[in-house]
């Protein structure tokens, strides 16, 4: 394959992107064009091009565009290698919500970003509840530490940081790689990652890895809340708790424990 088309793949993967990421699902030519930095000509090039493979679609009668039903196939595909961890896992986050009260999430690893796949809401009146589907910053997350710090090599973290310290969202939200190595580090020999005042100020959040049959991470076992009540008296109390847990669903999956 040569450059450019190379160039039009990257460039066709990202309008994809943007159809799924858009607030209602679809998106006009000119904000194409205005978030990808592409020439309407071009952009309007590859949006044909991916309209006669099935996986964009014209809005009904509108100039927006949606994603095609083609895509439906790799979402099937995606669901049926995600359910099997799901069910799996499914008993051990209402046994975590039975113990602490929190809501408890399975939670995976998206390039940049981490996706929550299955959720046990809570019983407390204040809770926090992302919903299945929901998707934050990896450099935020606790999910991200526990999946990132069980990795045979850095190249995802560093993919993660690739254009440099990144926006500060929170008061202790870590911008710079060396400090999330750094983090990831006591992370494994922690056994659990913390998360505290770098999402949200007040919020903190728990999380263990869930482990392949290789020892790899594939997804993390969170637990999300106020400071007071995630990390106060003792973070152990839940972190131990999450280890546990997913231990539990790591050794379903083939995992076995040196």
Known sequence: MNTSNVQSLVRGLAILDILADATDGCASLSEITRRTGLSPSTAHRLLATLSDQGYVDREGSSKSYVLGNRLL?????????????????????EAITRQTGETSNLVVLDRTDTVYV??????????MVPGIGATFPAYTSASAKAILAWQRDTRAVSAI????????????????????????????????AVEKDELEDGVSCL???VRGRDGVAIAAISVPG?????????????????MEQALLV??????RAR
Do not use: N
Request: charged share 25%; net charge positive; glycine share 6%.
């Open 73 to 93: 196939r790799f979402s099937t595909v995606i669901s049926k290698r995600t359910s099997a961890l799901r069910e799996i896992a499914r008993p051990r986050l």
């Open 118 to 127: 299955d959720q046990v809401e809570g019983t407390h009146r204040l809770r």
């Open 161 to 192: 940081f690739q254009k440099g310290p990144l926006p500060k969202i929170a008061s202790q939200t870590i911008v710079d790689e060396a400090s999330f190595l750094s983090e990831l580090s006591a992370v494994s020999q922690r056994g659990y």
């Open 207 to 209: 999380a263990a890895p």
């Open 226 to 242: 106020p400071t007071s009540r995630i990390l106060i008296p003792d973070p152990d109390r839940i972190g131990c708790l999450l």
């Open 250 to 255: 790591s050794k379903a999956l083939g995992y």
